[in-house]
């Protein structure tokens, strides 16, 4: 027999590894253990007093009733002592004891585990323990009818303060032990404990029957040994407490009474093992709301649809006692899965507050993958972690903390299977919190995280994970409110990166709250969509996003979503409201700091607004801005309201490219030849190789890439602004900037500060209008602007043929260009329809390729301000006044003879002198050589005449100052540096005496005249 509790113990005991358990799990064990338990009923099994005690313990029998009487009594503790306690089915441990006793302490202290298959009973209000270090059973027919609570531990002792212990491995007399027990005392490898009972144990206050182990209601019930288990089996303590604690070694775990519940503390130091919850086990303090749970293991694992509850029953109303929690504490791995929940809830027609469900662990697993058919109609019964109120009163906190990772797996059939919710959809206290905190990482996979109200404020939801978080395959964060509460704010945090694919991240309400995502990264892909939106008119939430390394928003969802129906993934703050008058609400405005952002394949960031309400602004501060794509900042009103603004603080580089092309070949068949046809967002195009003809209609619904703060056709307030200050401003292939107004309201302004511009392939920068004025375009600290192919710079007004005066276009280049390719179409226009032609002002050192016109060629490329059925505006061109011909001076036809200046003959030899005029070809080394390489040639200069263009338009250059005159020196003086300096007018004081001796002339005349000679 001690071989077979031997073996028992290695399998089940901290022995056998947690994968050994999980795959052949409690079914290995569980049959070595009923093997065991059989064996024993067979032989022995009943209740034996042992002769440790003063006063030693009396069994007697009585049909199938045992009648344990005697013990030894201590205050209100009363003590037995037993060889070996078992129950056999059908029969009854019926302690006797007086009305007056308040704790029943019971040992065993022979080598025989206690298989209790029957009923234990006692008297009175006492609480019962039963220790057996050897391990103790509970079988499916085990029941418990006792006043009082009940613990069930296999410790090796049970301690009373300061006054001793009661030993169970070895048994002692026990000395004065008149406190109540304050601790279990562990000094090997504990045995474990199991719960198999599925016994009628009455009815709940629903009137739902019951089934397991129950105490009365308000009490407690504890196990507490080395591996706890529970197969297919209940634990009721209705507005009471049920804990679990799994103890693998020497330690000692506290034990505390409050009032009429006991509960367990569990030092850091004490090494823990598994508690098992499977194949749909239920534990239930379910009552008036002040019922707890709490489980300590270091493994976990609830599974099979098991299931904890706790929370107001139906109907019930909560006492003043505050609500009770469920708390799962684990050193390793907490599972959750098949279909297993765990609930603190307010059911129908109850009210009260529910209580929280806290969740510690090393490492954190809920898998909510499958879930039973009667389910399905319900979403209350869908969340495996769950405080929502179907009652008046307000939810729980739900709180997951892990040293490791948080893995949330959850349904893929409806966007209803929460994984975790806290909702509340009629009390107007509001929904509860949220919060999933990791030391490693955290990664959601089709699961819903939900904590939205109905009538009062949205829940808070906040995931941290230090190493990343990741959220993919329909995963949600949903929090919202309504009548004019405040929505819940979204708060998603690592310092490694953040992922989120065709996922939903929504705060919706009245006032919607807030959404911060913080990261080394950030990657919302895949058709994702983060959003803060509110619905009457209030004000939406803002949204945050801060990442140093990148910050990229791309990719289209592989199937719509039913709480998402949007394709591309967007970053979206939204304002709307059903009143036609609306109220002074405002969008939300997005932020995003970040060294790269990406937006691509079709995704936004927007912010828009309705009812003639403000737009939020976006505004960004990056390193590098990349819209590629399709992919789009946008700012937009609809029904009378303004756009937000768009603010741009770009260090190095803005890229805005429409395209993303792709190769197709196509084959002409009759003729043979191969056209190459290169997408670039065009609905129809057509080449052919000059003997055909071909045209290919080729469908591309992507948008073209941009940034667009504007209006929508119905709407009659004025376009966002657009500031953009960057190193470089790249735009391309049909990409935008647009701050254009397509209802009746005025566009707004577009201000870029950058060193380069360069707009290639029908790129534009529009201030545009379809009915309203133009707004203004306002470009500076330009070193080149660049534009090829079909590109626009305009403000032009009435684009629908209608009134609007032309926005004004300034361009400040002064030590830069202008450069457009001369037959491209890239034009700069300020034009109007009806109103007004806008002004253009262009300062710059040069101006190429473009010229000013008095109407638009789509064969040249233009600068026009001009209006069809109204006044023209100005085109003004300032350039510095350089002229070729300045400073030249026009020689005469004939040399001037040079006059040479009389000298003296030196007392010595002397060479030839010579000056010779050359003419304007320079001075060869001899007049009678011919000019070599080496020879300075000077072209002769035409001088054209000037011509002077008047318009309408007005081209004027800047009047420069007429420079000083060039004034002859006459003589020079010292000044106090004792610097020579020239002068024109040199002081009447009396010069300076040269320090050098005079030249003395000896030299005949005759040797200069024969000497001497001047050519020309």
Not at 388 to 404: C, H, V
Not at 1001 to 1014: G, I, L, R, W
Request: proline fraction near 5%.
């Amino acid at each position: 027999m001690s071989r077979m509790i031997t073996y028992w113990r290695h399998c089940c005991g901290r022995f056998m590894p947690l994968g050994s358990w999980l795959m052949t799990g409690g079914a290995l064990c569980a049959a070595v253990f009923q093997t065991f338990a059989f064996s024993t009923n067979s032989a022995v099994a009943q209740i034996t007093p042992d002769t440790t005690l003063p006063n030693n313990s009396s069994v007697k029998l009585e049909d199938s009733t045992r009648i344990i009487e005697g013990g030894t009594q201590a205050g209100g503790n009363l003590f037995h002592s037993f060889e070996q306690f078992s129950v056999p089915n059908g029969s009854t441990a019926y302690f006797n004891n007086a009305l007056d006793i308040q704790n029943i302490i019971s040992r065993v202290t022979g080598k025989s585990i206690s298989n209790i298959e029957g009923l234990i009973r006692a008297s009175g209000t006492a609480n019962l323990f039963l220790i057996n270090p050897n391990g103790i059973l509970f079988g499916k027919d085990a029941q418990l009818n006792i006043g009082g609570s009940f613990v069930a531990t296999t410790a090796n002792a049970i301690g009373f303060g300061t006054q001793g212990f009661f030993s169970a491995s070895a048994p002692n007399t026990p000395p004065l032990l008149t406190v109540n027990p304050s601790a279990f005392l562990f000094n090997q490898i504990a045995a474990p404990i199991q719960n198999n009972s599925v016994s009628p144990a009455g009815l709940d206050r629903s009137g739902l029957g019951v089934f397991g182990l129950r105490v009365p209601d308000g009490r407690s019930l504890l196990l507490v040994g080395g591996n706890v288990s529970m197969d297919g089996s209940g634990l009721y303590a209705f507005g009471g407490r049920v804990e679990l604690g799994g103890v693998s070694g020497a330690g000692t775990v506290g034990l505390n009474f409050t009032g009429n519940n006991l509960s367990l503390s569990f030092p850091i130091d004490v090494q823990r093992s598994d508690v098992f919850l499977s194949n749909a086990a239920k534990i239930d303090v379910t009552d008036r709301g002040q019922g707890s749970v709490t489980l300590s293991a270091r493994n976990l694992n609830i599974s099979g649809g098991s299931r904890i509850d706790a929370g107001i029953g139906k109907g019930l109303t909560a006492d003043n006692s505050p609500p009770g929690d469920i708390t799962l504490n684990a050193t390793g791995v907490v599972t959750v899965n098949q279909h297993s929940r765990i609930t603190n809830v307010v059911a129908a027609d109850a009210t009260g507050n529910a209580g929280n469900i806290n969740i510690q662990a090393g490492e954190i697993i809920i898998n909510n993958q499958a879930r039973y058919p009667e389910q399905n109609n319900n979403p209350f019964l869908r969340a495996a972690l769950d405080t929502s109120i179907q009652g008046q009163g307000r939810p729980g906190n739900i709180s997951l903390e892990a040293n490791g990772s948080i893995t949330l797996i959850g349904q893929d059939v409806s966007q209803q299977d929460q994984v975790i919710a806290t909702s509340n959809d009629i009390s107007q206290l509001g929904a509860g919190n949220i919060s999933l905190k990791a030391n490693g990482s955290i990664f959601l996979s089709n699961a819903t995280v939900y904590a939205p109200s109905g009538t009062g404020d949205g829940g808070n939801i906040l995931l941290v994970g230090n190493n990343s978080v990741s959220l993919a395959n329909n995963t949600s964060l949903f929090t919202a409110s309504t009548l004019g509460v405040n929505s819940g704010n979204i708060i998603v945090q690592s310092a490694g990166p953040v992922s989120f694919k065709n996922s939903l991240l929504a705060s919706t309400g009245d006032y919607g709250g807030d959404i911060k995502i913080g990261g080394r990264s950030v990657s919302v892909t895949a058709g994702t969509e983060v959003s803060a939106r509110s619905f009457n008119g209030q004000k939406s939430g803002n949204i945050e996003i801060s990442a140093p390394d990148y910050v990229e928003i791309s990719g289209k969802s592989p199937a719509p979503r039913p709480l998402n129906d949007r394709s591309q993934s967007i970053i979206y703050s939204s304002l709307l409201t059903t009143s036609e008058q609306g109220t002074m609400g405002q969008s939300g405005d997005i932020r995003i700091n970040t060294g790269v952002l990406r937006v691509s394949d079709g995704a936004q960031l927007r912010a828009e607004s309705a009812g003639g309400l403000r737009g939020g602004n976006i505004t960004v501060n990056a390193n590098v801005v990349e819209l590629t794509g399709g992919g789009q900042l946008l700012t937009t009103a609809f029904s009378g309201g303004d756009a937000g603004d768009i603010n741009l603080q770009v260090t190095d580089r803005i890229t805005i490219n429409g395209s993303n092309p792709s190769k197709v070949d196509l084959f002409d068949q009759i003729a043979g030849s191969k056209i190459r046809v290169e997408l670039l967002y065009a609905r129809e195009i057509a080449q052919g190789d000059g003997r055909t003809r071909a045209k290919f209609v080729l469908g591309n619904d992507n948008p073209a890439s941009g940034i667009f703060a504007n209006t929508s056709v119905a709407s009659t307030g004025q376009g966002g602004n657009v500031e953009i200050a960057t190193g470089q401003l790249l735009v391309s292939d049909r990409a935008q900037v647009n701050v254009s107004s397509e209802g009746k309201g005025n566009a707004g302004n577009l201000d870029i500060s950058t060193r380069k511009i360069n707009l290639d392939n029908q790129a534009k920068l529009t201030a545009e209008s379809t009915s309203g004025k133009g707004g203004n375009i306002t470009l500076q600290d330009l070193d080149l602007l660049l534009m090829r192919r079909g590109s626009q710079i305009s403000t032009t007004a009435g684009t629908a043929l209608s009134g609007g005066d032309g926005g004004n276009i300034t361009i400040n280049a002064p030590e830069g260009f202008i450069v457009a390719v001369p037959n491209s179409n890239s034009d700069i226009s300020a034009n109007a329809f009806t109103g007004s032609g806008g002004n253009v002002q262009i300062n710059a050192s040069g101006i190429f390729g473009t010229q000013f016109r008095e109407e638009e060629n789509p064969q040249t490329s233009d600068i026009t301000a001009t209006s069809q059925f109204g006044q023209d505006g100005t085109v003004e061109l300032n350039t510095p006044d350089i002229d070729p011909t300045q400073g030249l001076i026009n020689l005469p036809a004939e040399p001037v003879e040079p006059k040479v200046a009389s000298g003296c003959t030196a007392l010595s030899s002397q060479n030839q002198s010579r000056f010779v005029v050359t003419g304007r070809g320079g001075l060869p080394a001899n007049p009678r050589e011919a000019f070599n390489s080496d020879t300075v040639r000077v072209g002769w200069v035409t001088l054209n005449p000037s011509s002077d263009n008047r318009h309408r338009q007005t081209v004027t250059k800047p009047t420069l100052p007429t420079p000083a005159p060039i004034v002859e020196a006459t003589g020079w003086v010292i000044n106090d540096k004792g610097e020579v300096l020239l002068t024109a007018s040199p002081p009447t004081a009396t010069p300076h005496s040269s320090w050098q001796r005079p030249t003395t002339c000896t030299t005949p005349k005759s040797a200069v005249d024969s000497n001497s000679k001047f050519h020309d």
